[in-house]
């Protein structure tokens, strides 16, 4: 356990609660004094403190104890008396002034972290000058009437041994008009021990003087009571102490003053001697007897039991009077007064136990008395002396409560003596290391003047700090309010310190209304005192304030602009956090053999592009891999590991800018940092070697570029941002030489005086840089550094008047238009088309042609099986004509087709190839990137369905439905066609009749119906290939009738090219699927919300259908052909009517094909070569005489149930009326897409209407031998029964 007297309120205790000896002394004796410049209290102040005096003391008890530390306490008669109020809170603020002329020093570095001071002993964390004020502040109340520890014990007469009649001189000293007022008021006993001090100064002779003067004065005053004292020894003020004893009691002092310069050892020893003398021998033992006697007296008027009766009984009375602040006035011959001496002596002659019975005695007669300051006084003393027996904690924190809240019920009155405990107590708290409670106490000391509350909550804060755990926040908090109290006193500097202390906690935490509020007052008064450079520091941290208002937010940066006005100068801040940069978003955009028509194109994924180049780039086509590993003979290493780029093209950065208030701010002359350094060796160097750093002149006036110098272009770029709003700025630098550039931040001015600078650190980059880099694998700090290359050619293009918004099957006429403004031209011209449905590359000699008109039909010209484009290519790259190249600062203009395939958003890429000429570069072609985004939305739904016509071969039923899906466009039908040169169309009936107006209007359908005829011939005809007359009905025009408006012609290109491109999307038929057509729709969209890209244009929509097919159909088709009415004379012999059967094979297998007649209704259910029934062969065969119906003139009843409406059943029994003539079975061999013409022939014996249906046709169609070896064979085979047929014969006249 620590000795409490070794701890810190037990040595303020030894230090404020001594003997004080009161001082008289002629001026004769400062005026030697003031030789060392030094008054006689200074110059024997060191010497009073004795740290190990060993001077036995014996007290009321018989036992004696030996006393090892002591102290004096010195003090002109004219200075013990009670400090002015006024003059003691002077002193006080003076005290606390100079403290911050100290420590405002230390003010330009930066504050110490939280977690620094915590790791520093308790020392080093509080301000040295709190312990200072402490002390001056208990000093405040010294020598109160109440206390006898400041009452003098003893009085020191000093006379000169120069002063006349020196014997009188010490008798006139002791005069009462020069006493202080406790001796002459009554308050203190004036019967003090007199000590009498002869002083001789050597520089004025010898001392034999001063020796008859001392034995004159022990004559008269004593032996025991007087001493000489000779001083100033040295005659040349060469004495020099290299610890100069006197330093801590000159405050006022200058450093270069030679304290006690006369004074020799001998003299030091001396009044050393004479101290230590003056302490054992005389004012001890003095003080020892003062408290025996007193003692003796107390015993025998207030201790036993029949006093203390005596004592309550007289006290009674008292009980009733009313309270007043000081109670009644005690004189020191009181009982109570010398109670209370007996205690502040043994106290102070450390007789701890002696001292607190004699407090408890006297509390409770002050109680009584309603003595409530004399009282909580008493209280306090008990406290204190429990602490120092280090007995009960708690009897000694109960009397420092009672005391200090004694006090404080006396108002202003007891507000300092309050303080005074609270202070004791705290320190009494701190050495049981209950750091808490005290801080606790220091906030409760609070008074109503500020200035002392600031010193105490800013104490109470490092009670916090030091605290187990830490308690932060309120460390921070307390540190807050005592700077607010400081800022009240005027007292900035103290303000400013304890503001930056708590900036330390806020750091990093989300009590952003405190920082704010922390940081803002900070600059204010930095500002104040004229440090504007620290004070832009601290207010450029409010500038993100998203979290405050709208109004504060423009407070904060009025403020801050202001302060930096004031500067007069330009401030450069690295991350300015107005407006906010979002470094993740960075992207840089370069080219390098790469190049982009737009940002558009720049932005898209390299897989995406590498995929379309592959099968056009001879580099990638071969060896699959980049253009820089190929010619990796050619560069140097150092090539490999960074970004190309070419000189005279810009490299575009883009850069987010956020404004986080709710403000509008204005943002100037945005631009990127960059360094270029024009010598290549220093690559992967540290930047030692001569490079340019490229930023714009502060200076020079705002525009869109900069011409830093002849080596680059910076843009810069103006912004306004509103409260809230992002918007992403793209940058730009432009290297004119080669060398190696490297991008390393970006600058803004906020204002015409601030700078703000964000460097893009490789730790934060987003590896979205650079979206035209390689896969290489170089380090993150080479993201932003590039090699420039000498200037090549670069193609620039764009596509006119392609839309951005159209509807599906929207064709048009569009422009390629690629510009070369270098002076160098390029050559071997490609171009590849993501999607060959939405775009195609036209002739060059259609590029001025009028649209639709060229898409017209050419009536004199035989049309054939379509003109593709005769530069296309394998996989769909279009070579430009070899003699075709883009000279130097020319363009090339290049048709187009476009054509809306399909609804949806569609992205459109194009990449273009070309080779330079005449240039020597590591570089030999280059290739452009074009992007677009469509929004294509629904315009006709169009179907079609074909099924065969019954009564004629290879003709077939077309109908077409067509549904308006737009919400309020309006398309006028125009025409069909059919591809494919062996197809006929013609409609059955006029669109007038289904459609007058020839419109269909938002949400309204049209169903038509068409007749389609195959004029394929069989391969047994001369011709396989049909006239041009049959092309020409080819398409079929909607139209209304008479209108003169030509067909489109879909055999021709740009129709043609879009229409094979669909069939390979729709893709190839399914088996068994013989007969398809494709057919073309068109129709004019005249008025719409679409732009044509022309005036009075009608928008042209062309929607295609591909292998469109009958899949219930037999491969197999015949038709029996022949008279319908046969006149004959039976009576001369039976009739004989001849018919041929045409058979078609439409697949493109071998057919077998077996036809079997039969006479007798018996033999319709088998078959020559068949041993069962065979599905679909009706119960019965209809055969004999039947009624004459009417009927048309028609060669094929269509249905089986006409046949069976006119037929008239005849009995088994009944004998057929005419028979077969010729073999019962004909068996033949159809090749594929064949015709055969097999004859028959009947025998007729009687008039009649017969149906010639009773025979049966069985086909297999017979794999190719190729077929069979994959295993890819499929059988195909049916049984067909005869379609009616009626033959009318007639008797003839």
């Not at 003398?277 to 207030?302: C, D, F, G, W």
């Not at 609270?422 to 801080?439: H, Y």
């Not at 009536?859 to 130097?888: D, M």
């Not at 015949?1118 to 319908?1124: F, M, N, T, Y």
Request: glycine share 4%.
């Amino acid at each position: 356990m620590v000795d409490p007297a070794n701890t810190p309120l037990g040595k303020m205790l030894l230090e404020e609660i001594t003997p004080v000896v009161m001082v008289l002394c002629t001026p004769l004796v400062e005026e030697s004094c003031l030789k060392n410049g030094l008054s006689f209290i200074q110059m024997l102040s060191p010497f009073c403190n004795f740290t190990n005096i060993d001077v036995p003391v014996r007290t009321a008890s018989d036992q004696p104890y030996r006393l090892q530390k002591f102290k004096l306490r010195l003090f002109y008669a004219s200075d013990i008396r009670q400090p002015n109020l006024e003059v003691a809170k002077e002193r006080l603020k003076q005290v606390i002034t100079q403290a911050g002329e100290k420590d405002f020093s230390e003010m330009w570095s930066d504050p110490p972290q939280v977690n620094d001071l915590l790791s520093r002993p308790e020392s080093e964390i509080l301000p040295s000058w709190f312990q200072f004020f402490n002390e001056e502040l208990v000093r405040t109340l010294s020598f109160s009437d109440h206390e006898a520890f400041d009452h003098p014990v003893a009085c020191l007469l000093v006379v000169s041994s120069r002063d006349e009649e020196p014997i009188n001189r010490f008798v006139d000293l002791f005069n009462t008009n020069k006493l202080p007022s406790l001796l002459n008021d009554g308050a203190m006993d004036p019967k003090i021990l007199k000590h009498y001090l002869l002083v001789h100064d050597n520089q004025d002779g010898a001392s034999e003087k001063a020796t008859k003067l001392l034995t004159e004065m022990k004559s008269t005053f004593g032996p025991n009571d007087c001493q000489l004292l000779c001083i100033n020894s040295s005659q040349d003020r060469q004495i020099h102490h290299q610890e100069n004893p006197w330093a801590p009691f000159k405050s006022d002092a200058l450093p270069t003053e030679n304290l006690g310069c006369f004074l020799n050892f001998d003299d030091f020893n001396e009044i050393k001697d004479l101290m230590q003398e003056l302490s054992s021998k005389h004012i001890i033992p003095y003080m020892e007897q003062k408290i025996r006697v007193l003692n003796q007296q107390v015993s025998a008027t207030r201790k036993g039991f029949r006093n203390q009766i005596k004592n309550l009984w007289w006290r009674k009375g008292k009980e009733d009077a009313s309270d007043s602040p000081n109670g009644p006035v005690y004189t020191f011959s009181s009982v109570e007064s010398q109670i209370r001496i007996l205690g502040d002596y043994a106290f102070m002659l450390r007789d701890y136990e002696l001292a607190l019975s004699n407090y408890r005695l006297i509390s409770t007669d002050y109680k009584l008395d309603k003595a409530w300051k004399r009282y909580a006084g008493v209280q306090e003393m008990m406290g204190l002396t429990y602490f120092l027996l280090d007995q009960s904690r708690k009897e000694a924190e109960y009397c420092m409560e009672n005391a200090f809240n004694t006090y404080l019920k006396l108002g202003s009155a007891g507000q300092q003596n309050a303080t005074r405990c609270g202070l004791w107590w705290v320190e009494m708290l701190k050495t049981r290391d209950q750091i808490k409670e005290a801080a606790t106490v220091y906030f409760r000391i609070c008074s109503e003047d500020p200035l002392h509350s600031a010193v105490m909550l800013e104490q109470a804060s490092f009670c916090y700090l030091l605290s187990k755990p830490p308690m932060l926040h309120k460390y921070g908090f307390h540190l807050v309010l005592s700077g607010d109290h400081y800022k009240k006193c005027d007292q900035i500097k103290h303000a400013i310190r304890t503001y930056r202390s708590a900036v330390s906690v806020y750091k990093g935490t989300t009590w952003s209304l405190i920082k704010d509020h922390v940081h803002f007052h900070i600059g204010q008064w930095y500002a104040f005192l004229g440090m504007y450079d620290v004070a832009v520091t601290h207010m450029l941290e409010l500038l993100a304030c998203s979290h405050q208002s709208k109004t504060t937010q423009e407070l904060f940066l009025r403020d801050f602009l202001q302060i930096v006005q004031k500067t007069g100068k330009t401030f450069e801040v690295l991350k300015l956090q107005l407006p906010a940069i979002n470094i993740s978003s960075l992207k840089v955009i370069f080219e390098d053999h790469r190049t982009y028509a737009s940002a558009a194109a720049a932005s898209v994924k390299e897989s995406v592009w590498h995929s379309l180049e592959e099968d056009m780039i001879p580099s990638l086509s071969t060896a699959k891999s980049n253009w820089l590993e190929l010619q990796s003979k050619l560069m140097p290493k150092k090539y490999k590991e960074s970004n190309i780029c070419v000189a005279g093209e810009a490299i575009k950065v883009d850069v987010e800018f956020k404004n986080p208030l709710q403000i509008s701010i204005s943002i100037l002359s945005v631009s990127l940092i960059c360094e270029l350094s024009a010598n290549l060796e220093e690559m992967n160097s540290d930047g030692n070697g001569s490079n340019i750093e490229l930023q714009n002149d502060e200076n020079k006036t705002s525009t869109s570029t900069r011409d830093i110098d002849s080596s680059s272009i910076l843009s810069e770029v103006d912004l306004s941002l509103e409260g809230g709003e992002t918007t992403l700025v793209q940058l730009t630098v432009t290297p004119r030489v080669e060398g190696i550039l490297k991008i390393v931040g970006v600058k803004w001015k906020l204002s015409s005086s601030v700078v703000g600078f964000h460097n893009f650190e490789s730790n934060s980059l987003n590896k979205n840089v650079a979206k035209g880099r390689r896969k290489a694998k170089y380090s993150p700090d080479n993201y932003l550094k590039f090699i420039v290359i000498k200037s090549l050619p670069k193609l620039e293009g764009i596509i006119h008047s392609l839309p951005e918004k159209t509807y599906v099957g929207d064709l048009r006429h569009l422009v390629l238009e690629l510009s070369n403004r270098s002076k160098f031209p390029v050559k071997n011209l490609k171009m590849k088309i993501s999607n060959p449905r939405f775009l195609n590359a036209g002739n060059q000699r259609e590029l001025n042609v009028e649209f639709p008109a060229c898409l017209g039909k050419k009536t004199n010209v035989v049309q054939s099986g379509g003109h593709s484009n005769i530069n296309k290519v394998l996989q769909n790259v279009f070579l430009f004509p070899e003699n075709i190249s883009v000279q130097e600062e020319t363009s090339l203009s290049w048709p187009l087709w476009f054509r809306a395939a399909v609804p949806g958003n569609i992205s459109l890429y194009v990449t273009i190839y070309y080779e330079m000429e005449d240039v020597s570069s590591i570089m030999k072609y280059r290739t452009l990137r074009m992007h677009y985004n469509l929004q294509v939305s629904p315009s006709l739904d169009v179907s079609f369905e074909l099924s065969p016509c019954p009564s004629r071969l290879q003709e077939f039923l077309l109908r077409m439905d067509v549904v308006n899906k737009t919400s309020s466009e309006c398309f006028q039908v125009h025409q069909l066609s059919s591809v494919g040169k062996q197809w006929e169309i013609s409609l059955l009936q006029p669109v007038d009749s289904i459609l007058p107006s020839q419109s269909l209007f938002a949400g309204q359908a049209l169903s038509c119906f068409f007749k389609l005829k195959d004029r394929r011939k069989s391969s047994t005809s001369e011709d396989s290939i049909p006239s041009p007359s049959l092309l020409l009905q080819s398409d079929v025009r909607l139209g209304p009738q008479g209108n003169s408006e030509a067909l489109f012609d879909v055999y021709s290109s740009p129709l043609a090219d879009f229409h094979n491109s669909e069939r390979l999307h729709q893709g190839m038929p399914l088996q068994g699927n013989e007969y398809k057509v494709d057919f073309v729709f068109i129709s004019q969209l005249l008025k719409g919300n679409i732009d044509s890209g022309a005036p009075n244009t009608p928008l042209l929509i062309s929607h295609h259908a591909c292998h469109c097919s009958l899949s219930s159909m037999s491969s197999i088709s015949w038709l029996v052909d022949g008279p319908q009415t046969v006149q004959h004379n039976f009576s001369g012999s039976l009739c004989e009517v001849n018919l041929r059967m045409m058979i078609t094979n439409s697949s493109d297998a071998v057919a077998s094909v077996r036809i079997s007649t039969f006479d007798s209704p018996s033999s319709s259910i088998q078959s020559s070569d068949a041993s069962a029934p065979q599905p679909g062969l009706p119960p019965e065969i209809q055969a004999g005489w039947c009624d004459i119906p009417v009927v048309n003139d028609m060669k094929v009843i269509t249905s089986d149930a006409l046949a069976t409406r006119f037929t008239k059943s005849v009995s088994l029994e009944s004998v057929s009326q005419f028979i077969w003539s010729g073999s019962s079975s004909t068996k033949l061999r159809l090749q594929p897409r064949s015709t055969a013409e097999i004859p028959l022939q009947i025998s007729v014996f009687a008039p009649g209407i017969y149906d010639l249906s009773n025979y049966v046709l069985n086909w297999n169609l017979m794999p190719s031998s190729e077929e069979e070896k994959q295993g890819e064979a499929s059988k195909s085979s049916g049984v067909c029964q005869g379609y009616p047929y009626y033959l009318t014969v007639v008797q003839s006249t």
